[in-house]
């Protein structure tokens, strides 16, 4: 499934989506991002590529050309796409339509199987949501970085890494401050958001409220919430002491995290993934940030926080 924040194409008669990289080639050779299937359409037909702030579509030099909206593109000459353009690769049983003309975000494809796994909501991890030994991360800057288990970060390229045993290739869009229909500035991010932690008294239910503005936006009751609220109280505390920096505060060692939660590190990294997953369903850009890592640390990301007992 797209994410909210990708562009997207979708095939008109199967109704099969395909999330578009920065930059992809259209065609029915094996390894292009879009795979057609009619024999009117060449083996690399044509690229759709992200300019910075808008798709652009180009013909590669096809047998039986590249059509928007009805119209044959001259070759190698290029054209802005918005959304609902149809384009016709070739022939009437190849024509797509871009359903989605946000901006790119990192894709991996495996090198072995073809799977393409696209970023939702501000993250990817492999090989999958239920054994988190790699993620692949945005930051409040747009940025993207490879995130290992054991808190190491670095940033992310095009590139290829091979987890578990298997090897998948690794393609980052350019950072542009527009992407399609993003805002320029994030209405809800962890770097505007506050947090309200309501916990019984017997701190068997942890429940978790976004507070923005005078909105306030229930996350309900949820397991992984018991994590975040470990690092709520550490960054309060170190915050309330005042010996540290503000950069410095609320650091939580990964072994005794895990220890304090009876969890194994696998699990954690799970929770995690999903503390993440449940701030970007909840509207949040670049939600990665509600946990910070740095390597063997954690911290909440934020420091606007209120725990209440009930």
């Not at 970023?119 to 409040?140: C, H, R, Y």
């Not at 390229?157 to 399609?180: L, N, Y």
């Not at 993440?276 to 606007?304: H, N, Y």
């Amino acid at each position: 499934m797209a994410s909210s924040d990708m562009g997207v194409l979708k095939h008109i008669s199967s109704g099969r989506t395909v999330v578009l990289a920065a930059d992809s080639i259209v065609g029915r050779a094996p390894r292009c991002t879009v795979q057609l299937a009619d024999p009117a359409a060449s083996h690399n037909h044509a690229s759709i590529s992200w300019n910075g702030s808008r798709w652009e579509a180009r013909d590669l030099g096809s047998t039986n050309s590249t059509f928007v909206d009805g119209e044959a593109l001259p070759p190698r000459n290029r054209v802005l796409l918005a959304r609902q353009t149809v384009l016709r690769f070739g022939a009437d049983a190849e024509q797509w339509e871009l359903i989605d003309d946000r901006g790119p975000v990192v894709t991996t494809r495996s090198t072995r199987t073809g799977d393409v796994r696209a970023a939702e909501d501000g993250q990817l991890v492999l090989p999958d949501a239920t054994n988190v030994l790699l993620s692949i991360v945005e930051d409040s800057e747009g940025h993207w970085f490879v995130e290992t288990p054991d808190g190491s970060r670095r940033p992310a390229g095009d590139e290829q890494i091979t987890v578990a045993g298997e090897t998948w290739e690794v393609s980052v869009p350019p950072r542009s401050p527009v992407a399609g229909t993003y805002k320029v500035r994030p209405s809800l991010s962890v770097n505007t958001l506050a947090l309200r932690f309501r916990v019984s008294r017997n701190e068997e239910h942890v429940c978790v409220d976004i507070v923005h503005g005078k909105d306030v936006l229930p996350l309900g009751e949820r397991a992984v919430f018991d994590a975040l609220l470990l690092l709520a109280r550490e960054r309060l505390k170190d915050a309330a002491e005042g010996s540290l920096p503000e950069e410095e505060q609320g650091w939580y060692d990964l072994e005794t995290l895990t220890q304090d939660l009876h969890v194994e590190e696998k699990a954690l990294n799970v929770n995690i993934y999903r503390l993440r997953e449940a701030f970007g369903k909840a509207g949040v850009e670049r939600s990665a940030d509600i946990v910070e890592r740095r390597r063997r640390l954690l911290r909440i990301g934020t420091s606007r926080i209120e725990i209440l007992k009930s």
